[in-house]
């Protein structure tokens, strides 16, 4: 059974806590996780980069010189591809990449990806500091203290944190989340994973089932 260390708000290390259930003890599927972070990814492109036929760019019509006698090679537009300022052949237009992950699909990626991180000892229970105002030092002290500080790190929490966000979002590497809108795709990007007691109970509650 798979376990994650347990921090105070200190950073200290204090206790352990087992990882119950399916969620964190499952067989990682890397043909699975390889898939949906390739869909993940493809569902981001805005897919609005575009280039210009020889239809489109100005010029043409007129043919730019005769056909024979002039010792260069033939040509009938000043538009073509081969022409510096001509069209574009082949080039991209505006598509749409979006395509449905299936919830089953999705969620049993999920289950490959917490089982990884489980069994690769990268899931840490952690009490917060407590934030009376916006203070970055406070979070870089509390990651430098489990020495995690300057890697990829996702923090997962749930419930009212007031200035957690605001702290955080100036630390190269970190990225923070409620839990239930986590993803497979940023649990194999991150190199360690930070969730509180109520975000573990959370995701328990939402993916273990």
Known sequence: MAEAKVFDAQGNSKDSRPLNGPLFNSEVKDHLLHEYVVGYR?????????TRTRAMVSGGGRKPWRQKGTGRARSGTNTSPIWEGGGIAWGPHPREYYRPIPKKFKRAAMCSAFSFMAANDNIRVVE?????????????????????????????FEGKKEHLEESCRNIKGLT????????PYDLVRAEHVLVTSEALQKIEEVFGR
Do not use: C, H, W
């Open 176 to 183: 923070v989340k409620r839990s239930i809108l986590v993803n």
């Open 42 to 50: 493809r569902n981001l492109r805005q897919g609005t980069n575009s």
């Open 128 to 156: 917060l500091p407590e934030l009376s105002e916006p203070k970055t030092r406070s979070m870089a002290d509390f990651m430098k203290r489990q020495e995690i500080y300057n890697k990829r790190v996702l923090l997962l």
